[in-house]
């Protein structure tokens, strides 16, 4: 057996799966891979609009995001695209390498977004935005499980994490606070939502990412194909 180790909200979170070819899915498991992928990632960007629509904080990078999008008017959707290709360009002096997964989060996250904001009413009552941050939180906890147990590749955000970790020598929860002190102290002085649901986010993200990995990695791990990212280290974590 491999165990892998998926570091989410902070947490680390093992799984495990089996390296021998012969318990390994054939070919035709791909397809199932890929919707999961895609479904995993859409319903990140449609569970992340929920906590902008809660407007009781959101998570470290939308923080940013949205900071951003008051700033330039861009929706923040967009500017989570552009951010994301920002990102995915420091992979190249880190020599990291993307999947199929890295470059398809950083657009279907941010479509994702604004499509569910443009359908989702205005919420003012505090108790309907209560149950909106919570149904917020646990769908992102359903969508990270998903989407990285289809297994082609990290988000650019975790990866650009993964690559400085793997360069610096310094612990992946170390650089990942880092990192995300940096992008909620910048998007909060930009205009980004910070408060309880944020602190709800960082607290509760782990666990229910472990539950829901243990829920969707219950079958045998797919043999590595084309169209995953090689030498990707076995840290796929969330696209933030």
Same mark, same amino acid.
């Given at each position: ?73 861009? $929706? ?25 997964? $890295? ?82 102290? $910048? ?5 980004? $939502?910070?408060?309880?649901?944020t602190v709800l ?22 043999v590595v194909s ?15």
């Open positions: 057996m491999r165990q892998a180790t998926t570091t989410t909200g902070g947490h680390h979170v093992s799984t495990r799966s089996d390296s021998a070819p012969a318990g390994a899915p054939g070919p035709g498991r791909l397809p199932s891979r890929l919707v999961q992928l895609y479904a995993g990632l859409a319903l990140y960007g449609a569970s992340s609009a929920l906590l902008v629509e809660a407007g009781l904080g959101l998570e470290p990078w939308n923080v940013l995001h949205q900071g951003l999008a008051e700033l330039t008017g861009l $929706t923040i959707g967009v500017v989570s695209i552009v951010v994301g290709a920002a990102v995915l360009l420091l992979w190249i002096p880190l020599r990291q390498r993307p999947g199929l997964g $890295t470059v398809s989060n950083v657009f279907v996250v941010g479509l994702a977004m604004d499509g569910t904001l443009a359908l989702v009413p205005d919420v003012r009552s505090l108790a309907l935005r209560i149950p909106l941050l919570v149904a917020g939180v646990v769908l992102n906890g359903v969508a990270t499980g998903l989407y990285i147990s289809a297994r082609f590749g990290p988000g650019p955000r975790d990866g650009l994490m993964t690559g400085l970790n793997r360069r610096t020598g310094r612990s992946v929860r170390l650089v990942r606070t880092v990192l995300e002190v940096a992008v909620v102290a $910048t998007g909060f002085a930009l205009g980004g $939502t910070v408060g309880v649901g986010y960082a607290v509760a993200i782990g666990p229910l990412a472990q539950l829901f990995l243990r829920v969707f990695a219950a079958r045998p791990a797919p084309a169209v995953v990212a090689p030498g990707q280290p076995e840290r796929a974590i969330l696209p933030g």
